[in-house]
Each structure stands twice: as C-alpha cells, then as structure tokens.
C-alpha cells in the first residue's frame, strides 16, 4: 500500500523474524506504526505516548497502549519487557538534560538480543533547522554523528546508520528522488568549500537519519 511505502523500504528488514515479538511503539501518536506492523502479522504490539488523540482506533492493532504521564518514571517500568523498540521521530523532542538518561533507558526496556530503530530528521541538510523552528516541542537538531555518540553513550552497540530510502510510488516522487540525488551532491560540495575534507562532514544527506543498535 501506498500509504506504507516509506514503512516497506526503511523498516520491514530491521522487524524481528518473530511475529509473535514484544514490540514497543515508543511515542506511538495515531497509531500509523501499529497499523503496519498489525497488516504485517505482528501480534504483540504496544505503544506508549503522552498524548490519547486518536487513540480509539489503535484498539483494532493493540489493547496494551500506556498514556505516558513521566517518561522516566513509565521507561522505568518497562526493564527488559521488549524485544524491538521503535522509536521514530521523537527521541529529539527531549532536551539536552534528559535525552541521554531517556536513551539509556530505552536500552534498558531491551530483553536480551533486543533492538532499537531510531529515525530521526536530519539536522545536516538545509531544511534541516527549519523542521526545529516549525515545531516547538522539538528541543534537538540531532545529525548522523550526534545520534551515533547518543546511541554509543547510552552504552547501545549500532549496528547499522543510513539515510532513509524514498519510495517511488508516481512520477512526482520520480522527480523528487532524481532532483534530490542532485542537491544532495550539491551539498557535498558545499561543505566541502566550507569545511574542505573534514572528517566530521556528514556522510548522510538524505532528509532522514534510520539508526539500528542492540544491547
């Protein structure tokens, strides 16, 4: 289905094998996750948020949903109680202060050989302030580099980081991936007149960060 494509090409290879898996939707919003991993076949799905808008329709993917009222206090609660946790678009919503000790304790929700995906706007790119700014909730402009010393100080071992994938689904996003592909070498060359071959240049140009790691 079109209206999970970006699902299809960025998240399915990281889903654990096991349907039956303990699976987290950290910050679960509406529920468009859990209604991907339901038509996937996944069976054991939770999800957790600070906010219940929406959340009558999440009854036909899960009847576990937690409104999470401290995230300290609910991750707290949740110690080994997962298999893969998902944590897409929401881990730069928390500040500097906390986002460590929230990671951390998102490593600690992991049982053992559990993992995590973390997806998150990429603050490199252009656009990338703009999506802080329209946003108030937004605390942190996270790039490859500080989502992996996040990932590493919360003493989680990645596995993988990449650019997201955008699906092809028309001519509109046709156009869109070819004339994306030319800014992002644009890009490249742009930091590279500003900051010459500069090991801390980012690799990744793509408007979203996808990380992997395991306990």
Same mark, same amino acid.
Do not use: P, Q, Y
């Given at each position: 289905?079109?209206?999970?494509?970006d699902l299809e090409k960025n998240l399915?290879?990281?889903?654990p094998a096991d349907k039956?898996?303990?699976i987290l939707d950290?910050?679960?919003g509406t529920g468009r996750l859990l209604g991907f991993l339901h038509q996937k076949g996944y069976t054991n799905l939770h999800g957790a948020d600070? =906010?219940?808008?929406?959340?009558e329709k999440l009854q036909q993917f899960t009847k576990s949903l937690t409104k999470i009222e401290d995230t300290i206090s609910y991750l707290k609660t949740v110690a080994g109680a997962y298999d893969f946790v998902i944590v897409k678009d929401v881990i730069y919503y928390f500040d500097r202060s906390t986002v460590q000790e929230i990671t951390t304790l998102l490593k600690s929700?992991?049982?053992p050989g559990g993992s995590i995906y973390?997806?998150?706007f990429n603050g490199a790119i252009l656009t990338g302030p703009y999506v802080q700014y329209k946003d108030l909730g937004i605390q942190l402009i996270l790039t490859e580099q500080s989502l992996q010393h996040l990932i590493e100080r919360s003493g989680l071992k990645l596995v993988c980081i990449k650019g997201n994938t955008i699906p092809v689904t028309g001519p509109v996003s046709l156009v869109f991936v070819i004339v994306n592909f030319w800014q992002r070498l644009w890009l490249r060359l742009l930091?590279?007149?500003?900051?010459?071959? =500069?090991d801390q240049n980012p690799k990744i140009l793509k408007r979203k960060v996808i990380a992997v790691a395991s306990a």
């Open positions: 289905m079109k209206v999970f494509a399915v290879m990281h889903l039956n898996a303990r950290f910050g679960c600070i =906010d219940t808008t929406g959340w929700a992991l049982a973390f997806e998150i930091f590279f007149c500003e900051r010459s071959l =500069d």
